[in-house]
Every structure is written in structure tokens, then in C-alpha cells.
Antibody, heavy 124, light 111 residues
């Protein structure tokens, strides 16, 4: 059974760097074809894809946020970490990590298992 | 990379069928059969309902079906039930440089 859980600060100040951790079980990020993505959702608004990391350490980022995002993995700890720099109130959102499946030639078919999400508020 | 366009709301009576559209461009929906659909109940995480335009994951009711024509994908819910009342989001692969783009979301109301 695949499960994922996000953790990190609930409140960050503007200009600070946000660090979120996704701890998962039921799969290994050292297995070929496996990946983990991050998606966020501002209150009352739509989902927005942020980043993806694959078993081979290939990383993909949202073009609009690429300069602010870094995604890394710790295979031994079954964790994926997302950092976002220069936080702004508009970054207030619930941040989700998700397992991806169906990897082929650099893309995946869908985000099939999601964590419960963690709410992050950006305010001074 | 702009969000895919969905109607803000769609409603139907129990037992009816409804269809939610998801309009993108030739750089995303129109170029790849990698459209997925997610259902989200209030306060909950999204749930995968459809992938690769029309495939259903194990455990998803066959009342949910997907299709695509050109730059527009669609999700149809037949035999509408009260439990189908939720927000629905489409998502498309947008190439190696574009990544993944979600839709604006549609609130489904069961009358």
C-alpha cells in the first residue's frame, strides 16, 4: 500500500525559504520508473503542478516557478524534499506530494496516489 | 504555460449525465494523450479518476468516462449520484519544457 505524507512549517515570513518534506512508504525511489511530484492549491483555487523527481534523479520544474524551486530525494529515508525560495503571500496554499505512475520517455501518465497535503501560510 | 480552461460549474439531477470540458492548446491537450482527471471533495486530497484520456484506475466506477477531440478533453459522469458532488480538475502533459498543467477546476452540483 502506497502512502505519502507532507510535513513542514505552517507559517513562513515573506522572503523566507520554504522547505517541505514528503515521506512515503510502499515504494522505493530507487526503482526504475518511479517518481514523486509536488502540487499546490491556494485556498479556494485550482491545483498547480510544481515539480517532479524520478528514480534516476531526473528533475522537472514548472516553467513559471523554476527559478525558485529545488527538488531532491533521499532514497535511504524514503523522502523527497521541495524548497521554494523568496516566499510571498501569494504562495499561501496547501502543498501536496503525489506518487506518479506510468513513466515512459520522460513523462508519466498521472499522479495516482496523493498525500493529505500540508497548509502553508505566508505572512509577516 | 496557462491553465487549461474548464467551466466553473456544472450541475445535474440524480441519474442524469453531465460532461465537463477541458480546453487546452496544441502544446498540451492537443499534442499528447496524457490527460488525467481528478475528483476532489472539500478538505480532501484529489483522487485520480481517469488517465491517458479515457482509462480508469482500478476501483473507479465505470460511470466515469473520458474522451478527447483536438485541444479539448472531456469527462462524462453518467448516472449522477449525490457522492459525485465535488470539484473536478483535468491535467495534461505539456512537453518536456512545459511539464504538467492543471485545469481551472469545475464544481459539480447534484441537484
Amino acid at each position: 500500500q502506497i502512502t505519502l505524507k507532507e510535513s513542514g512549517p505552517t507559517l513562513v515570513k515573506p522572503t523566507q525559504t520554504l522547505t517541505l518534506t514528503c515521506t512515503f512508504s510502499g515504494f522505493s525511489l530507487s526503482t526504475s520508473g518511479v517518481g514523486v511530484g509536488w502540487i499546490r492549491q491556494p485556498p479556494g483555487k485550482a491545483l498547480e503542478w510544481l515539480a517532479l523527481i524520478y528514480w534516476d534523479d531526473d528533475k522537472r520544474y514548472s516553467p513559471s516557478l523554476k527559478s525558485r524551486l529545488t527538488i531532491t530525494k533521499d532514497t535511504s529515508k524514503n523522502q523527497v524534499v521541495l524548497t521554494m525560495t523568496n516566499m510571498d503571500p501569494v504562495d499561501t496554499a496547501t502543498y501536496y506530494c503525489a506518487h506518479v505512475f506510468g513513466y515512459s520517455y520522460g513523462y508519466v501518465k498521472a499522479f495516482d496516489i496523493w498525500g493529505q497535503g500540508t497548509m502553508v501560510t505566508v505572512s509577516s | 504555460q496557462s491553465a487549461l480552461t474548464q467551466p466553473a460549474s456544472v450541475s445535474g439531477s440524480p441519474g442524469q449525465s453531465i460532461t465537463i470540458s477541458c480546453t487546452g492548446t496544441s502544446s498540451d491537450v492537443g499534442s499528447y494523450n496524457l490527460v488525467s482527471w481528478y475528483q476532489q471533495h472539500p478538505g480532501k486530497a484529489p483522487k485520480l479518476m481517469i488517465y491517458e484520456v479515457s482509462k480508469r484506475p482500478s476501483g473507479v466506477s465505470n460511470r466515469f468516462s473520458g474522451s478527447k477531440s483536438g485541444n479539448t478533453a472531456s469527462l462524462t459522469i453518467s448516472g449522477l449520484q449525490a457522492e459525485d458532488e465535488a470539484d473536478y480538475y483535468c491535467c495534461s502533459y505539456a512537453g518536456s519544457s512545459g511539464g504538467y498543467v492543471f485545469g481551472t477546476g469545475t464544481k459539480v452540483t447534484v441537484l
